[in-house]
């Protein structure tokens, strides 16, 4: 079974940082692209960003080009996203997902971001 | 971008029934190797998005057979043949043909 954990939520103030992170089981991890989808409060989903199998390729939205940056450990089947320069409007459900056709998602984390 | 506009927004349905969601896209959604990447996600209230069907019509492991899509170039219908209490939630659709992936607004389903 694929499963995707997910840690790293929280309130923050505007300009400040996050680190989340999302560490998976049941899949060979290193062979699969990564993303990091996301949803406002009452809102749809959002494409925020992906890398590649070996790291060597990554893509943002361009909302968060420059502030944020997604990695990954491969020998510990982990997913990353920093988020810096944080905005009132990136609150939102953060979820790690698998590839970029989504078969397989965590379960989210908030991201709140308020002075 | 590529915008996919879903219809409608909202979905009252009768158990038993069957409900269909329409979704287009501002440009044909055929990629260079000739496959459509067209995808519908299901999410619950309070749950993570899930994967029902891929590639128009496709269906994901475990999902129930009175789900259905279809379409090709720009339009595309998800259908549900007779709509169950589980199938309440937001129906998104979603392209992976260009970059950047896009989903549509949603489209709320209630009984």
């Known amino acids: 079974e694929v499963v995707l954990e997910q840690s790293g939520g929280g309130l923050v103030q505007p300009g400040g940082s996050l680190r989340l992170s999302c560490v998976t089981s049941?899949?060979?991890?290193?062979?699969?692209?990564m993303s990091w989808v996301r949803q406002a409060p009452g809102k749809g989903l959002e494409w925020v960003a992906n890398i590649k199998e070996d790291g060597s390729e990554k893509y943002y939205v361009d909302s968060v080009k420059g502030r944020f940056t997604i990695s990954r450990d491969n020998a510990k089947n982990s997913l990353f996203l920093q988020m810096d320069g944080l905005r009132v409007e990136d609150t939102a459900v953060y979820y790690c997902?698998?590839?970029?056709?989504?078969?397989?998602w965590g379960p989210g984390t908030l991201v709140t971001v308020s002075s | 971008d590529v915008v996919l506009t879903q219809s409608p927004l909202s979905l009252s349905v009768t158990l038993g029934q069957p409900a269909s969601i329409s979704c287009r896209s501002s440009q044909s959604l055929v990629y260079t190797d000739g496959n459509t990447y067209l995808i519908w996600f299901h999410q619950r209230p309070g749950q993570s998005p899930r994967r029902l069907i891929y590639?128009?019509?496709t269906r994901d492991s475990g999902v129930p057979d009175r789900f259905g899509g279809s379409g090709s170039g720009t339009d595309f219908t998800l259908k549900i043949s007779r709509v169950e209490a589980e199938d309440v939630g937001v129906y998104y659709c979603?392209?992976?043909?260009?970059?950047?992936?896009?989903f549509g607004q949603g489209t709320k389903v209630e009984i």
């Open positions: 590639k128009v019509s």
């Open positions: 979603m392209q992976g043909t260009y970059w950047p992936q896009t």
């Open positions: 049941g899949l060979s991890f290193s062979s699969y692209w």
């Open positions: 997902a698998r590839g970029y056709s989504y078969p397989n």
